[in-house]
């Protein structure tokens, strides 16, 4: 299926007053322009202007192709938010522009964004020609349009021959010839509540977005001091565990010298290539050591039980809400004692790649707009699949419903020979009324009922959707099904950032508070053994070496 990205913009020199729109359609994943259209209305509001534009790029999208994909995005907060369903459509003369606009291609075709105003930069000067056109009484024509040539293009125009593109963008302007005469009779609406809350929201955001370059610096800069603090005490524990592994070769030669048997070694020692735990839980980073960092995925990804169910300590079981823990048969600590269990069920943990929301780090649960994958995912999950290949051990793979979970999963598949199976509880939680908002957003709409949610497990989102202990039961019970049916194989599970973090967190025993103590990167491998007597062993956590290869 091919995928559209459209931006759009519409503005009006006085509002109302001379007003004109301006709509781009690009091929999503090279970025290469299809078709350009704009248009001077006469005198119109911001907000008529900003929907012709939506109505002109969904129009020449549907001339390219009406199976497309297409991603809208736009600058104007209310827009987006009307046409995702979000903000109610208050003014009379906005709700029929938003029917046509809806009635150009399914609902599940199209989803929506918000951008900042630099960002789009083609579409406004496509209005702005087509403004400054009707001050002379012309109309806009393509021919003589320089936006394209004054806006950098968002990706590298690709090397290769433009294929149909050029009798598409003929088709998409006959289109839009078509819908012209509707557009310039549209009478002039007045200054309404909606071209005010639009003009407030911009100023909003537009304050919101410096705050949240602030703070990601700041969180930047914390997590460099936490990740040198990791190492620093990795290289403890690493020295302390060369020191008692010399002692106990020492002690076990002096009992083999005395013509004894040596006692079972401690669980210091762990097999060459896996990482043990630092004391405070946390794993060294996995981007440090080179070749070591491979050895250490190759043996996380394998099947086989053999030594590595050796290192297995005993998992503590935990009375967080909404848990529920398999119930081990018998228990053991460390690996003296414990007896031959056979290969464990190991799932391998994908989180899907990034998404058009993914780097503005938006809310996007189960609940939203289902995006599918942007042209940076879909690169993302062909070098998982290659980096899978090479390993060879995967046997099935399972993938969340979502739409950007199994077009990574499909991906993968495709290239391990394998079918994509479809689990409904590997699906992400449903964020409620917080789809599609940044973490900033909500604190400044919905401040007490975010502050519970973190204080919580039990806390929904606003608006009824799922809270953290409703994903760990269902997680729970999805892990118990999964294990039972792949006993001793190695499965790919293609999921989301909390049924991820919640599969690793109920393998260690640890409390909810820990989900927000994780970094789970987009594209990232994690891997969880699982055996026959209930205990689990994190093998792997947040990899992404195959992204950087």
Known sequence: MREFI????????????????????????????????????????????EYSGLLAGLRAARALDPAARVHVRMDSKLVVEQMSGRWKIKHPAMKPLATEARSLFPPDQVTYEWIPREQNKHADRLANEAMDAGAKGEQWSASTSRAALDTPAAVPEPSGPPGDAAAGA??????????????????AVAPAEDDIEAEAVREGAAVREAEGVREAEAVREAEAVREAAVVREAEAVREAEAVREAEAVREAEAVREAGGTAAPAPAEAAPAGEQRPTPSGEQPPSSAGGEASATLVEQALSSAGGEASATRVEQAPSSAAGETPAAPTEQHRGWSAAPDLGAPATLVLLRHGETPLTPQKRFS??????????????????????????RGTIQAVISSPLA????????????LGLDVAVEEGLRETDFGAWEGLTFGEVRERHPDDLNAWLADPEARPT????SFAETATRIAATRDKLVAAH?????????????????VRLALGAPPE????????????????????????????????????
């Open 170 to 187: 003929a088709r998409a302007r006959a289109a839009l010839a078509e819908g012209r005469s509707a557009a310039a009779a549209r009478p």
């Open 6 to 49: 459209v931006e759009a913009d519409g503005g009006s020199r006085g509002n109302p007053g001379p007003a004109g729109y301006g709509a781009v359609v690009r091929d999503a994943a090279t970025g290469q322009t299809l078709a350009e259209a704009a248009e001077y209305l006469g005198v119109a509001t911001n907000n008529v202007a």
């Open 487 to 503: 006993a001793g194989r190695t499965v790919l599970l293609v999921s989301h950032v909390t049924p991820i973090k919640t599969f």
């Open 404 to 415: 950007r979970t199994r077009e990574t999963a499909e991906i993968v598949a495709a290239r």
């Open 365 to 390: 649960g189960s609940g939203g707009t289902d995006p599918s994958l942007s042209a940076a995912g879909r690169e993302q999950a062909y070098r998982v699949a290659e980096a899978l290949a090479r």
């Open 514 to 549: 820990s989900l927000f103590r994780m970094e789970l990167s987009a594209a990232s491998l994690s891997a969880v053994a699982y055996y026959a007597d209930g205990n689990a062993s994190v093998r792997l956590f947040n990899d992404t070496s195959h992204l950087r290869s």
């Open 463 to 466: 608006g009824g959707g799922e």
